[in-house]
């Protein structure tokens, strides 16, 4: 199943610092780069390890900051040069995927590109390359294709996919049309939702012919569109480069691919989607991180740390350790404790999601060098 | 009222880590060695500066661990020399009050001693003063004088004092004989101990002759007694100390004076009370040091250490900070936070009396190196 597909390029935007996991996610040091599953490796390695199967270590892109190009090269050393795509500075994820498939398509006309966030846990990989070889499939017959998750809880963290009518593609027996996409939902929505089996979890997975995508990017935001056509049409020639980065990148619209190219293309009746049965995880907050790594057991704290010395009786919740001091724990739960050299984060699990609001407020009150 | 009294001389046996404050209090950092009220003083400093207005900076004895030493004389610079009694090992209270009662009746017969310990917090001073002149005049009448605390709650965590009859002592109204000594008690008779005004709690302090307190440890102890006197015969004289401390000290019977000296005497009608009407704490764990660094008001984090930087939502409970660390605390209620630089302890107020159970774990453990 998983051999790879010759006209199929896998590219992985590596943006995002991961506010919610504050303060082990930084600015220097965000959440892709981290294993944050005991794995041994980091995020980013995972997902290349799950792609390669599928594309070839030729044919996988990584998106990024100029500031994290070292990191990214360690983390995969296999990663062709041509391939590492650097941002000046973040302009949201049409640029970046647009980036790519504006360089990849003066590559190679008919290429098939994906795009899979660099940040998130899934498992087993088997399942989700097949939801990706039934993707290209569809993206051969001119489709723009997302992979929606069957979701396991009613979730307010996430956007829905309203699945419609069955699509008939040879080699993509799950392929059905997109009726509509939706933004995150309150609770008895999402209740709703969850009942009805046709609404699936947008876990940002786009796969698309490169030119379907830019066609898209073109209708909706021409300006930007122009932008990445004449990024790529310099792109390849070491010389001429850099002068267009800095004057055309920091001008390009900021925009989610969810908006430019999903939902119009959904209105369109262009967007397709395939049910992914794997387990998937964005790690959203440290509430996640600790059903990640309680090893399904229900009363276990999760311990994240190579040298973690902890000392508790608490039977939930998680501690992240990056240093060597001991850690007491004595009759909290649900606790949520991140031990940092120059930051120290307490809360529970309930209040996992307002840590973004704590990195907000070290911002502006001028404490950025702990961010 | 805060003459100097010329017969007085104050003794602060300065031992005890303060298991319970770990780790905040350490082996090589002992609570008293702590400013722990925010008053930039240590609690071994502000001791002394409630005994000076009445012995004298000539007539305050320390007794304290070898290791201590240093530390001792640099909190306390006017301290004379030889009034630092220096213990190679503790052997609890009768020995550490017993030898500086010995040494100090040989270089003065009528000298009347007051014991009392360098870690609590007690606020305003002259009342404390007030009740020492009163115990002092009660023991020139040759009774071993205690001061009890009136229990501003029923509190289990304390002994306790019966208050009997009245005494007539001039300069000491409040004189009063004492009936009993009571263990810690439970809930129940410690809200009967409450109700009834008669009972008060025993803090540790204990003023009379010194040659009377010798008597009395005679008279239950005659061993200990025995090696005190060899240890203060010895004492002033620098060559022959060292050879009988090492001799004698380690084989000293440890006991505390509260049952080698203060039940017997109750016993015998000899223990005499003055009722404190000052504030009193012994700071046994971290709610106690909550609850006095919130400035008395209910909904107020408690904040410890001068570079503190702390962002937090919690209304109750207390941050120790010893390092330079952003500490921030989301949606955690009477939380415990110490933050030292080799230990980090995470707890509740309610559960603040288990941090010893800590202590013994990480000493089983072989963890000595953060206690």
Redo the contacts between chains.
Sequence with gaps: MSQEISDFYAVIPAGGIGSRLW?LSRADAPKFLHDLTGSGHSLLRDTWDRLEPLAGSERIAVVTGRAHRAAVEAQLPAVPDRNVFLESEPRDSTAAIGLAAAVLVRREPDVIIGSFAADHVIRPPHLFQWAVQQAVAVARQGYICTIGIQPSEPSIGFGYIKKADGLLVDGAPEAATVERFVEKPDLETARAYFADRSYLWNAGMFISRADVLLAEIEANNPELHAGLMELAEAWDDRDRRGPVVDRVWPALTKIAIDYSVAEPAAEKGKLAVIPGHFDWDDVGDFASLAKLNSHGRKNDLAILGENA?I?SDASSGIVVSQT?????????QD?V?V?T????????S??AQ??K??VD??KL?G?GD?L
Tied chains: 1, 2.
């Design positions: 303060p010395r000392l060597s001091r001991v850690i007491s724990l004595i009759g909290v606790i404790v031990d050299p120059d930051a120290l984060l307490v809360t529970t309930e209040h307002r840590v609001g704590v407020a070290l009150g404490r702990v």
